[in-house]
């Protein structure tokens, strides 16, 4: 992830305790960090590589795990055919590998604490990770804000952490989950057969009981920049819009 403000904090080594994989392009990897330390939702750790010649390659993944204090991490990290790090992680790093790391980073993309006004989360792929962290956080602190997470994926296969999130739809009336799923057609009526766009974001704005106060949007680019455009066409406030953006 690259938006969001970086602070200084010290490179540690964790070892990856498991790896599951959540769809056929992300892997969750869990850390255990040898200084544990607290995050918020939102906000993202630095991952550096080194090679035996010495080479380095760094990037920037956000945390999923909530805001707890087990000292083990979870990162959800999605393959990407022109990355540089992400096929490292799916196929070569196992279980009982060190790999270096540091945060918590980053001081804009964050979940707006005691929040009473009604929170919009627009996500694609593995950019559902810092707002599944958010999600998780309003769980975790029993929270009733109002929230919808409207999310984008090829097809159902392609949802991340999808069972979590319909049991969480299913339990709590304040939760509105909405996906538009493009290559296939969705499983339940109140989803979307097509891309994001405006007209769609009104409608999920429509599922709230007031307009949002708090909007965040993550993924790739292209899709950050058509979102945003949507959610403004909606009506929302620009000034209310954060963003996060992906890359490999």
């Known amino acids: 992830m690259t938006d969001g403000a970086v602070q200084a904090a010290p490179w540690q080594k964790a070892v990856i305790d498991r790896v599951a994989q959540q769809t056929p392009a992300i892997k969750s990897f869990f850390f255990r960090l040898r200084t544990p330390f607290t995050h918020v939702a939102g906000q993202h750790v630095d991952v550096r590589l080194t090679a035996p010649d010495g080479y380095t390659a760094m990037r920037s993944y956000s945390i999923a795990s909530p805001t707890n204090d087990t000292g083990v991490l979870e990162l959800a990290i999605e393959r990407l055919s022109d990355g540089e790090v992400s096929p490292f992680f799916h196929d070569v790093a196992a279980v009982g590998d060190e790999i270096e790391l540091r945060g918590p980073l980053g001081g804009h993309f964050l979940w707006p604490g005691q929040a009473a006004e009604p929170i919009l989360l627009i996500g694609a792929g593995s950019g559902l990770v810092p707002l599944m962290a958010m999600i998780r956080q309003r769980r975790e602190m029993a929270q009733t804000v109002p929230t919808a997470l409207l999310l984008s994926a090829r097809s159902a296969r392609d949802v991340l952490f999808s069972d979590e999130l319909q049991a969480i739809e299913l339990d709590d009336p304040a939760f509105v989950l909405t996906l538009a799923i493009t290559r296939e057609a969705p499983r339940r ?17 429509g599922r709230l009981p007031r307009t949002p106060a708090h909007v965040f949007v993550c993924g790739s680019n292209g899709f950050v920049n058509i979102a945003t455009d949507g959610a403004l066409r909606a009506g929302l406030d620009a000034a209310a819009i954060k963003t996060e953006r992906y890359g490999g």
Do not use: N
């Open 189 to 205: 009526a109140t989803d979307f057969a097509r891309r994001i766009d405006s007209a769609v974001v009104r409608e999920v704005i």
